[in-house]
């Protein structure tokens, strides 16, 4: 009997042991498809932080800028022909090539190196006349050999960089005339067709104007019904029937919200098309019933003692709903107000439905102004072919990653700081 | 004198019924004691008092409750009026997780009673003074009212329910979630209070009820099985079940 009772201890004991090495295996497998997750980001991203430069000598020549005045004025130099200066500085860097291969040159550098040639000359109106150093964006092909993603033993004829431009950049490199410096164009630059000029500034304004304007409906919409539905509605079929399909939206796939905005939005309303507008309020549809369902369940979490204490001293069920209850739970609908906005922020589908999939090169000043968005610039680069862009997927999802965490990091914030302790 | 007169009271959770014909006379400047084994209707009787089953929504009260001749259980009653007239404290310590001084000013507040800053702090210190509560706090007022202890939390809710300068205090069973100390210092300040105000208190403990109050009224089964002076229920009662509960044989 008393062995037959020690080995029930054990077999119990060995139960709970093989147990928690199940958990504690399930936990291991789920960190490690994160860190493989996180590591090839990382690793495939962290390059797009750089930018690589080409330096080189620029004479800013009165004669070829065509410019005829002794003291030329800020208009003149905008006016001035930059076309012959910058053709000038990039060909300088091989003065034996011969006039009709230059374009092999000139593709080494972005097409807006002519901008960048004419910015540097308003920014010090004295270099007119001398001759400077200059950087230039490199090309995005000249950017992936120099950061080593460009493989060079793949045939000549099947790569876009040519043995000719490859022999440049390595004398430029052993110059020290290829730098590489942190990338800031690439979060003040709205996107681009070309790789080495395309930044995240539209999407990222994009992204922050729909979520405001997500907040801005959402919110007070779903407060008002939570409130509503849990301090003052009678409870009937009527109200359990609205709690039924809250709930389900809650479940309801997002292209369909996606399908709501494009069918009554724009077809309907006809707001502008493609604008953090429309996709703020189509992101709010979606965000609602989480709101709601947070908002309800923080009401609900105020004890019923601190109810009926205030109803007690007279208060009516407005004022003790205004004076107590909500307050209150302000805390736990605060954090789940944002863990509903940080899931809006990762959707896709709804917003290339509503249009905000188009390419949009500049950055919007407001929510009425065409915008991309940062999960919808994922998707639009990764459909790119360039080599370019590979590394941009990967640093945008490290942005839009970082948008998340600090949201989610607010929301713990929020719910641990504000929240009050009962007795 | 009488100062609530309760009449063939017949109280229904949904088809359940849970008080059965009580009448009842509550005199004015007393303290009222209404004991009973769980479970037998003298929380909701005392609930009845403020209106505060309105809250239930499939509580139903039938009969007269009158105060001053004014009909309590009636639609067109302003419970708002009612309960700035009736103060209640719970069996729990509920103060609102606000300060102190809010906590106390919260009535006055909203029934606008206090005119200026300073009639507020003296209303303030005058109901934390009744409720043996003043010295314990004066020097921070601006705390947390569910950071106090127990018992000071019970005197916080006291105090909260003076504010207004009720007619009538009810009390459910004010002391069950006190220690024996913080429980002398509530029945003394019920002693206190009764010069001014009606109190009406539900307890569990009769020996609580034999030193605070001077009616006591005995509940069994939702009914109302004897009323009169506490001397006369705990001495010499008329009915034999009064008796077989005080003795202690059930209940």
Redesign the interface.
């Known amino acids: 009997m008393n062995n037959f009772k020690q080995n029930l201890l054990k077999k119990r004991y060995n139960a709970e042991r093989r147990f928690q090495w199940y958990g504690k295996i399930a936990i291991g497998l789920a960190l490690s498809f994160l860190a493989v997750f996180m590591f090839q980001i990382f690793s495939k991203g962290y390059s797009a932080f750089q930018k690589t430069w080409i330096v080189t000598e620029v004479h800013y020549d009165k004669e070829l800028l065509l410019i005829d005045a002794e003291s030329p004025s800020k208009d003149d130099l905008e006016n001035a022909d930059y076309y012959d200066v910058a053709y000038k500085a990039m060909t300088s860097l091989d003065p034996g090539l011969p006039e009709e291969e230059d374009r092999q040159l000139i593709q080494m550098v972005s097409y807006k190196y002519e901008t960048e040639v004419k910015d540097l000359l308003l920014k010090n109106p004295d270099y007119l006349g001398k001759i400077v150093p200059i950087k230039l964006t490199a090309s995005d092909d000249v950017d992936q050999v120099h950061k080593g993603n460009y493989p060079r033993d793949i045939p000549e004829k099947n790569r876009r960089v040519n043995d000719y431009q490859l022999q440049i950049y390595d004398m430029l490199n052993e110059r020290g005339d290829i730098l590489s410096e942190f990338n800031i164009s690439f979060f003040t630059s709205p996107d681009s067709r070309e790789a080495e000029l395309a930044g995240i500034a539209s999407s990222f304004m994009g992204t922050v104007f729909s979520i405001l304007v997500c907040l801005a409906f959402s919110f007070p919409v779903a407060v008002l019904a939570a409130i509503y539905l849990e301090e003052f509605a009678?409870?009937n079929k009527f109200t359990d029937f609205i709690e039924v399909n809250i709930n389900n939206l809650a479940a309801v796939p997002s292209i369909v919200f996606g399908l709501l905005g494009l069918g009554v939005l724009l077809a309907v309303f006809n707001l502008p098309r493609s604008t953090p507008l429309v996709g703020g309020i189509t992101l709010s549809l979606m965000t609602l019933p989480t709101i709601i369902i947070a908002a309800r369940a923080s009401l609900k979490a105020v004890?019923p003692?601190?109810?009926?204490?205030?109803?007690?001293?007279?208060?009516?069920n407005m004022?003790t709903t205004m004076?107590?209850t909500v307050p209150?739970s302000m805390p736990g609908t605060l954090s789940g107000t944002i863990i509903g906005l940080a899931q809006a922020l990762g959707e896709t589908a709804p917003l290339i439905l509503i249009g905000m999939v188009a390419f949009v090169n500049t950055i919007p000043g407001t929510p009425v102004d065409p915008a991309a968005s940062l999960p919808v610039q994922i998707y639009i680069w990764s459909e790119s072919a360039e080599r370019g862009f590979v590394e941009k997927v990967s640093a945008c999802i490290m942005v839009l990653l970082a948008f998340l965490i600090l949201m989610n990091l607010a929301a713990q914030i929020v719910r641990h700081k504000f929240e009050?302790?009962?007795? | 004198m009488s100062k609530i007169k309760a009449e063939n009271v017949n109280v229904y959770y949904g088809s359940k019924q849970a008080l059965f014909d009580v009448s009842i006379d509550i005199a004015e400047k007393e303290v009222t004691a209404l004991i009973g084994p769980s479970g037998c209707g003298k929380s909701t009787f005392l609930r009845c008092l403020n209106r505060m089953n309105d809250v239930i929504e499939i509580c139903r009260v039938e009969g007269s409750i009158k105060m001053d001749n004014l009909e309590l259980n009636s639609r067109k009653l302003d419970v708002v009026r009612l309960r700035e007239s009736v103060g209640m404290v719970f069996q729990k310590p509920n103060p609102f997780p606000k300060t102190i001084y809010e906590n106390v000013a919260y009535g006055p507040t909203i029934h606008g009673i206090a005119q200026s800053k300073e009639e507020m702090d003296q209303i303030v210190e005058t109901s934390l003074k009744k409720a043996a509560l003043w010295n314990e706090v004066k020097d921070r007022l601006d705390e947390i009212g569910t950071g106090l202890s127990g018992g000071q939390q019970q005197r916080l809710c006291i105090a909260r329910a003076i504010s207004v300068s009720p007619e009538v205090i009810l009390m459910d069973e004010p002391c069950s979630a006190l220690d024996p100390i913080a429980t002398a210092q509530i029945e003394e300040l019920i002693d206190d209070l009764k010069k001014e105000v009606t109190i009406v208190i539900v307890t569990h403990s009769m020996s609580q009820a034999a030193r605070v109050s001077q009616k006591t009224g005995f509940f069994h089964l939702g009914k109302l099985i004897e009323f009169g002076p506490t001397d006369k229920i705990f001495k010499n009662p008329d009915n034999q079940q009064t008796q077989d509960y005080i003795t202690g044989r059930f209940g």
């Open positions: 009678p409870k004890p003692s601190i109810r009926e204490a205030a109803l007690a001293m007279g208060a009516s004022q004076h107590h209150l009050k302790k009962w007795s």
